[in-house]
């Protein structure tokens, strides 16, 4: 057995992620890189080596687009999630690897975008798809709160909370970590960094 290397690299360049990538006991740092990772100028990269089927990691890179990509649209960031937009070709649309990730997050980013009212069905699989994805180890349920016309959903394991707001007349959300009262949430396009609460 082969002891881990860590390099306790927080910034690693294309050619130290393929390294690590390819070296089942190399970590960029002790714990949680996904966390370094998860910043959407990696996206393409990881897309890649999500791909290559010789990747020892390559499951790995996929959870991180996916962790990645529902943390940016649940904070309605729209600079990240138009850059990782930009990042999905027909080659991720098209890869049996991909395809599933690429079209859940398009649905998700053009609600974000150009939001339109959901049906509970649509409002329901966005937020299992927002809040839990493929893979989360998090249970998810409805918890049939409705204030002011946003229906409540809360993903929890034995140490986390978190809630996702849905308008299913506007299709705007807003997440949060606490269960408290719901303030207005602005209903328009997500065309800030942040979301706008009143």
Same mark, same amino acid.
């Given at each position: 057995m082969t002891d881990d290397v860590i390099l306790n690299d927080v910034d690693p360049s294309p050619e130290v992620i393929h390294r690590w990538a390819y070296d089942e006991n190399l970590l960029l740092i002790d714990q949680d890189e /996904?966390? +370094?990772? &998860? *910043?959407a100028e990696y996206v393409p990269m990881l897309l890649q080596l999500a791909r290559e089927p010789d990747c020892p990691k390559n499951d790995y890179c996929l959870s991180i687009v996916y962790y990645c990509s529902q943390i940016y649209l649940l904070?309605? /960031?729209?600079?990240?999630c138009d850059a990782i937009f930009k990042c999905v070709d027909s080659d991720i649309d098209t890869s049996p690897v991909t395809s599933k990730w690429a079209a859940a997050f398009r649905r998700a980013y053009h609600q974000l975008i150009t939001p339109r009212a959901l049906s509970h069905a649509d409002a329901v699989s966005l937020a299992k798809w927002l809040l839990v994805g493929d893979y989360c180890h998090r249970s998810f349920i409805e918890? &049939?709160? +409705?204030? /002011? &016309? =946003? %229906?409540? =959903?809360?993903? %929890?394991?034995?140490?986390? *909370? &978190?809630?996702? %707001? +849905?308008n299913l007349g506007t299709g705007a959300w807003q997440q949060s970590i606490y269960h408290s009262p719901l303030q207005t949430i602005d209903a328009s396009p997500a065309d800030e960094p942040e979301p706008r609460v009143r």
């Open positions: /996904d966390l +370094i990772l &998860g *910043n904070a309605r /960031d729209r600079q990240q918890t &049939g709160r +409705i204030v /002011d &016309g =946003f %229906y409540e =959903f809360k993903c %929890y394991t034995e140490s986390y *909370n &978190g809630y996702l %707001y +849905i």
